[in-house]
DNA sequence: TAGATTGTTAATCGATTAACAATC
DNA sequence: TAGATTGTTAATCGATTAACAATC
């Protein structure tokens, strides 16, 4: 029964959701697999491809309702499932975050942020108190969240993961330098802002040859 | 004689970088395609195909030499280069990226902070003032920076990217949720960081089935 | 109805993996 | 030298694109 996406098509669902987001914010009610590939510069044939190892959203001769479109891609990637969220680090890079991703308006709920800094603990970060890291364990058992955004050192990322992974957290969102493995029933995404730079680097050097 | 290098190979590059970085900084001399397939989760086969779109930079029976391996794939990535960039919005986002991404360890350097707001203006960041925007322009015309930083709102960034591209910038790494479309000439970084948060939510939700 | 556009199958293309001779 | 491991070619696999019948 459970078909199997492959990688490819999974990593292309947010852009999409995205591109819906804003179609749907600028008032527009249907598109067509042809209008969207003009728009997010692929092909329309990938679109549809894509779209149908979930079903037949669309209809022939119509296209697609776009706010259906973009709520049914939400509900593939999970994001009405009311997902919560704990952030451990409150450094520039763990408030950056916090406020950056819209959060809220994708479904997930922050419900803690943690850091050993005295300094930090207790400031407000979007409506939260920092937390002491110590009483992490406490809170985690107790509000069993979704997930965990490691925004820490290098140094401790891998000690406070196997905490986190033993007090019962099953995700892991890293931002550290260093990758974090998936160990047995955990999810991982780790994210490189430095990659992104090299990237950028490399088209640029392309270009000077 | 130019090599045209699939975007697949390039993407991986930095990733490379990051672990040879790592296993240089761990003092290992030397590594076989398969030990780094093993600590990286893909096939020697790979590591050695993606490393000959470039070169040959190992020996028979020996291996590659890290530190030197490094170097090359830093090369190939135009780290060498001393491109220099200029952050525009000196938010959260734009504070830490400046702040988390080892732009000097890359051989990168940060010239220029910007923003509009008043209250951000004269601020520090990493040892630099927070310029006034409308200073941009001359700023860009004298010092010629590689490239800009968008960290600013959804709702400028377009305008922003268009004033920068008439005075003269090339490359843009952008955080905006609106991407920002290559024109002719000019190269371009989309950074998203919700789409792994959205990514993560998939795998959540994928093992819940 | 006629026109448009999907869902889906088939064809193509490219990327990954396997294999092995070359060689350090 | 013998063993190890690369560079590279060939085989496989999967992803993308093209095409078109189904149908709104």
Redesign the interface.
Known sequence: M?KVVSESV??R???Y??YLT?INRSGIERISSKDLSEKM?VTASQIRQDLNCFGGFGQQGYGYNVESLRAEIGK????N?G?TAILVGA???G???A?????ES?G?KLIGIFDIDKKKIGMDVRGLKVQDYKDIKAFIEREKP??AILAVSRNSMHEVAENLISYGV????N?S???L?AAE?V???N???????????????????
């Open positions: 459970k999974i990593n669902l947010p852009r959701y995205r804003e510069h593939i990637l999970g994001l499932r997902y450094g520039n890079m408030r950056a975050f406020s950056n991703t819209n959060f994708r997930f979704s997930m099953k995700a892991f969102l931002f330098y260093t990758e493995d029933g999810s991982v995404e994210v490189h802002l430095g990659d992104s730079l090299m990237r950028l680097s490399y088209k640029i050097s392309e270009k000077e040859e």
